[in-house]
């Protein structure tokens, strides 16, 4: 069944902030750990253009499985590659966490002097923070969990490792589309499904003390 007219409104509303969030988060961890390149391509900014790619987007609304436009970074510009590349990747996952704790206050709080629709917006806001954070924390290239990930890889494998994350995006497609259509439409399971709406009622009743 699909969205009515508000519920698309709350949603792209959503999505452009969670989004701008995230990938400015990423932006800005890169370039107070020494790489200028994210700030260079205009995407140390909240403006949710900047962040947004039109396929991902699209995505997003029809199947709600999407993405946003990746941020550039160079790691020859870390004095830490692999450890300050790990950290610009988890900026993005806590970002989200963050915001959703920042929705989280007025809901648990002032829900009952808010007004309907500020309420709705808040929750839709809440609910995909928590979602896009969980969802990026899976440690599979090229989701931010991938380059987190690359923390516990033994030094002797790292080599290997990198030229797999560059090329991880391709198995990342073919993983999600074997947990869709054969999980989730032959068996009726989806590990990916499993493990982000486990996740996301953990740390959503975590946040709302169980409202």
Do not use: C
Request: glycine fraction near 8%; aromatic fraction near 16%.
């Amino acid at each position: 069944m699909g969205m009515s007219f508000f519920e698309l409104i709350y949603f792209l509303v959503a999505v452009a902030v969670v989004l701008s969030f995230h990938e400015a988060s990423h932006a800005l961890a890169s370039y107070y750990l020494g790489d200028p390149t994210a700030k260079m391509h205009g995407r140390l900014s909240l403006n949710p253009m900047k962040h947004i790619d039109v396929v991902g987007f699209l995505m997003l609304i029809l199947v709600h499985f999407g993405w946003g436009k990746p941020v550039p970074v160079n790691a020859a510009n870390f004095k830490r590659p692999v450890v300050d590349t790990a950290i610009t990747a988890l900026a993005g996952p806590v970002s989200n966490f963050i915001l959703a704790l920042a929705m989280a206050l007025p809901l648990r709080y002032l829900h009952e002097y808010l007004p309907g629709f500020l309420t709705d917006q808040l929750f839709y806001i809440f609910d995909l923070s928590i979602v896009w954070g969980i969802f990026n924390m899976i440690p599979f290239p090229p989701l931010d969990g991938g380059k987190i990930f690359a923390l516990f890889v033994p030094h002797r494998f790292e080599r290997r490792y990198l030229e797999f994350q560059e090329t991880g995006a391709k198995y990342f497609v073919l993983f999600v589309l074997f947990d869709i259509m054969v999980l989730k439409g032959i068996l009726g399971f989806s590990l990916i499904g499993y493990v982000v709406m486990n996740g996301y009622e953990f740390v959503r009743n975590l946040m709302l003390l169980g409202m």
